[in-house]
């Protein structure tokens, strides 16, 4: 999971070559979906991700590079896109973007790029693709920390939505599309019987506390079947937003738009 400015190279050369895929790769941190960290491991697929196709917040421009543009998405994790027809200039914006980040410290907003012993815990997790508009090179903003209060991690699921998910948040989740856990199945099953029935939550799913709060205040008694399935349908995409919320490391759009304008770059008009 070996992530550097001849990583942007590698997924341009692929998408390059296969201009209907997508390509990337976590971030190199454990915890956070890296794995064998020493090497190149790239993960892709044959359609665009909803992370690919998030409207823009606010576009930004840096004066040596005026062929390409660099958007703040908006999307529940914290992310930016870099467009240029120019496959240099995504190589460049993007490693000053990655330079930038993984030194990048703000105690105010509890991001730290190193823990105590002097461990790096900010990296990058790029995707590439191609579209009518040229390269897009997505940066997703990454960080391992973990605190008494969240051991498993600070940019993690928290722990109130590990009944859906605890596994690490990796580059394709990153992206909007979520693996969850096949226990589900059964699980939202018993819950989805229990609503139907009228009963309480049932003892053995009795972690999906929060959900079922949710669930019941949004059926409001409904015992409909097919209402009940939705609804919990629902439910889990919205858990799974708020798990890519729990991710982000500038909580708010304001704050990543803070850290594009300290390196220079300017908003698009």
Same mark, same amino acid.
């Given at each position: ?20 895929? /997508? ?10 979906? &890296?794995?064998?960290? @020493? %090497?190149?491991? =790239?993960?892709?697929?044959?359609e665009l991700l909803p992370m690919h196709k998030a409207a823009t917040w606010a576009a930004f421009t840096l004066a040596d590079y ?51 012993d002097g461990n790096r815990q900010s990296a990058l997790s790029p995707s590439a693709i191609i579209t009518e508009r040229g390269y897009?090179?997505?940066?997703? /903003? ?10 498993? &991690?600070?940019?993690? @699921? %928290?722990?109130? =939505? ?21 226990r589900l199945i059964n699980q939202l099953g018993l819950i989805e019987d229990a609503l139907a029935e009228g009963k309480p939550l ?68």
């Amino acid at each position: 999971m070996h992530v550097s400015r001849s990583t942007f190279g590698h997924l341009l050369d692929f998408v390059d070559r296969f201009p209907g895929y /997508f390509l990337g790769c976590n971030a190199a941190l454990p915890r956070i979906g &890296g794995s064998v960290l @020493a %090497h190149d491991h =790239y993960q892709g697929g044959g359609e665009l991700l909803p992370m690919h196709k998030a409207a823009t917040w606010a576009a930004f421009t840096l004066a040596d590079y005026p062929d390409a543009v660099v958007e703040i998405l908006d999307w529940p994790g914290t992310a930016v896109r870099v467009v240029s027809k120019s496959r240099q200039s995504i190589i460049d914006v993007s490693d000053i973007i990655r330079e930038a980040w993984v030194g990048y410290d703000d105690a105010a907003n509890g991001i730290a790029s190193h823990d105590a012993d002097g461990n790096r815990q900010s990296a990058l997790s790029p995707s590439a693709i191609i579209t009518e508009r040229g390269y897009e090179m997505s940066l997703i /903003f990454r960080n391992n920390a973990i605190s008494d209060e969240y051991p498993e &991690g600070i940019f993690h @699921a %928290h722990p109130e =939505y590990w009944p859906v998910k605890q596994e690490p948040i990796g580059l394709i989740e990153a992206q909007g599309l979520f693996i969850l856990p096949g226990r589900l199945i059964n699980q939202l099953g018993l819950i989805e019987d229990a609503l139907a029935e009228g009963k309480p939550l049932p003892e053995e799913v009795g972690e999906f506390t929060l959900e079922w709060d949710e669930l019941t205040a949004t059926l409001n008694g409904e015992r409909d079947r097919d209402a009940i399935h939705a609804a919990v349908q629902d439910e889990l995409g919205s858990v799974c937003e708020r798990i890519l919320g729990n991710t982000a490391v500038f909580k708010h759009k304001e704050l990543t738009r803070d850290f594009m304008e300290g390196l220079g770059f300017h908003t698009q008009h």
